[in-house]
């Protein structure tokens, strides 16, 4: 099998995206650097498990950027192309996750340009899997998450209505973990403008989640 089939044959599973943590280690642990190592030495087995070391975090972050499962399946098959076309050029004294991120948005910009423009309708990655998964849990536990999914998936929805540079900004900054520096190298950009963006950003979310609740409530008042 070539090296693209087994690239693309692989499964981009997206069922445990909500148990993934938020705070994402730049830090290359020495197994990992090793795998690095042989893959760049065109070792396929290593390569893989690289890909299992990144699948997740590379499928959410496509996910989050594109809006839709399909660009997001097709996105994340060719972030692993290209990680594996210009692995050899990786320096392992650079954080690994965050050159990966860099490829990541690089392919989401490509895809977004040819079908024009950004998703800005969000579709969860839960699928209503979460909040079902509340059923079991006692009551006050259940309104409980059943609140936080319902104001995560708000916060998700305003997200994707952000332009590209603030959406990839608070996407890195926020739901990452990347420190301000990080996401400007990432992002090939200055820790000023990063800050800015960010700050555009969460302005634009407290806007978006702010008329979106005041509408709710106006609706439950015209329904008593």
């Not at 309708?121 to 849990?137: C, M, P, R, T």
């Amino acid at each position: 099998m070539s090296q693209a089939a087994t690239i693309e044959a692989h499964e981009f599973t997206v069922a445990s995206e909500k148990r993934l943590p938020e705070n994402i280690s730049t830090q290359i642990p020495e197994s990992l650097a090793r795998l690095i190592e042989r893959a760049a030495a065109g070792d396929m087995v290593a390569f893989e498990e690289i890909m299992k070391h990144s699948e997740k975090r590379v499928m959410r972050m496509t996910w989050r950027m594109l809006g839709n499962e399909a660009d997001a399946r097709d996105a994340a098959q060719e972030v692993f192309l290209r990680v594996y076309k210009y692995l050899g050029r990786f320096k392992q004294d650079q954080p690994f996750f965050a050159w990966v991120y860099q490829i990541t948005l690089n392919v989401c910009r490509d895809i977004a340009r040819k079908r024009q423009q950004y998703n800005t309708q969000f579709i969860s990655l839960d699928n209503g899997n979460e909040a079902a998964s509340v059923i079991s849990d006692t009551q006050a536990d259940a309104e409980e998450t059943l609140i936080r999914v319902q104001e995560r998936e708000l916060m998700l929805r305003a997200i994707a209505t952000l332009p590209e540079r603030e959406r990839a900004a608070i996407l890195l900054r926020d739901l990452e973990g990347f420190s301000t520096d990080e996401v400007a190298h990432i992002m090939r950009s200055t820790a000023t403008t990063v800050r800015s963006q960010i700050s555009s950003a969460r302005q634009k979310i407290r806007v978006y989640c702010g008329r979106y609740l005041k509408k709710r409530e106006e609706r439950r008042c015209d329904e008593l």
